[in-house]
């Protein structure tokens, strides 16, 4: 054995000895920074129910917008709306399992109070969306302004009578401040239009055989209305089914709130005349930016109103660009 190759295997063993140290560094580097890694958030969603295509395209919007910042995402709902008191034990699971934020949908604005002041008590912050609660103890309530929306909907379907006849609403309930604040933003609209009297209102509890057995029922009274409307989807869907098959698309004209693919098709036949649509995807997203913000400052202090957009598609404009943008919040991947 020569000096050279002495000095070969030697420089060999050098570089082997050197590249593990190298790696065994890298290694404990990695694992410290493991080791001192902030723990995934979570961020639990609770609608008033599981059954509504509306809740499920808001938690599309939780679910895109955590994934930017890392955090894990929970979907908690009964089955029914009506079951407020399944949703209260919700959020108390949440507590308990010590989510880091929450998006909640009220069924009740007071029912609610108790374990949403419990949460925030608990340093878990609470958004509220679509509906809000009295008083507002969340940290920040995201919606469109129910009201104005739905005034301008009723004022489209009374131009469209020439403000003279008779409306009715099929309501979804009157437990959520949104399903009240469409009811009475409605009704306000109307009120600017004297020739149109009120005729009636009945809760379907968004299952449209119910507001369809309703519609049929206030027409065979009132051969008189000639207006009505469905102020969630679900309602809307069993007015319109109920007027198509009395056959009386050209006399009563009926308007909605939000939108699936069965009401897009009904906008598109003309027997829906129009429908408000909301933002669910951005409404999803933008309790989730605001939970990021606190979580990054604590102290942050977020408006105690967020007011979204919303758009009217209508028999007429529901091709348009900004119509077609507005459905695909609803159904993804709409053409048109």
């Not at 723990?39 to 895109?64: D, M, W």
């Not at 374990?115 to 809000?132: G, L, Y």
């Not at 003279?164 to 604040?181: F, M, P, Q, V």
């Given at each position: ?39 995934q958030k979570t961020i639990e969603f609770i609608p008033s129910s599981n059954a509504t295509p509306y809740f499920l395209r808001e938690y599309a919007g939780v679910k895109r917008e955590a994934k930017k910042y890392g955090y894990k995402t929970l979907f908690q709902a009964p089955s029914v709306s009506t079951h407020v008191g399944k ?153 319109a089914e109920a007027v198509q098959r009395m056959h009386l698309q050209n006399k009563v004209v009926v308007v909605g709130f939000d939108a699936d693919l069965g009401e897009i098709n009904y906008i ?69």
């Amino acid at each position: 054995m020569n000096v050279k190759t002495l000095t070969r295997r030697s420089a060999i063993c050098v570089t082997r000895s050197t590249g593990l140290a190298i790696v065994g560094l890298m290694g404990a580097v990695l694992v410290s920074g493991t080791a001192n890694a902030a723990p995934q958030k979570t961020i639990e969603f609770i609608p008033s129910s599981n059954a509504t295509p509306y809740f499920l395209r808001e938690y599309a919007g939780v679910k895109r917008e955590a994934k930017k910042y890392g955090y894990k995402t929970l979907f908690q709902a009964p089955s029914v709306s009506t079951h407020v008191g399944k949703q209260i034990g919700m959020v108390y699971t949440a507590i308990t399992r010590k989510v880091d934020g929450i998006v909640l949908v009220p069924y009740s604005p007071t029912a609610l109070l108790p374990p949403v002041e419990k949460a925030m008590a608990a340093h878990i912050p609470v958004i509220a969306t679509d509906s809000t609660l009295t008083p507002m103890k969340a940290v920040t309530f995201t919606a469109v302004p129910n009201k104005k929306a739905a005034g301008a909907v009723a004022t489209y379907a009374a131009n469209m009578v020439h403000g003279k006849g008779e409306y009715a609403i099929i309501d979804y309930n009157l437990s959520t401040t949104s399903g009240r604040d469409r009811r009475d933003g409605f009704k306000a609209a109307m009120a600017k239009f004297p020739g149109m009297k009120f005729a009636g209102l009945q809760i379907s509890h968004s299952i449209p055989q119910t507001a369809l057995t309703e519609t049929q029922a206030l027409l065979e009274r009132d051969p008189k209305i000639n207006v009505i409307f469905g102020a969630n989807d679900r309602s809307a869907l069993g007015v319109a089914e109920a007027v198509q098959r009395m056959h009386l698309q050209n006399k009563v004209v009926v308007v909605g709130f939000d939108a699936d693919l069965g009401e897009i098709n009904y906008i598109k036949s003309g027997v829906i005349k129009a429908s408000v649509l909301q933002s669910p995807v951005l409404m999803g997203e933008t309790a989730v930016k605001v939970l990021h913000d606190m979580f990054k400052d604590p102290t942050k202090t977020p408006p105690k109103f967020i007011p979204l957009p919303y758009h009217m598609v209508t028999y007429k404009n529901f091709q348009d660009p900004t119509s077609i943008a507005a459905i695909r919040q609803y159904i993804a991947g709409y053409k048109g």
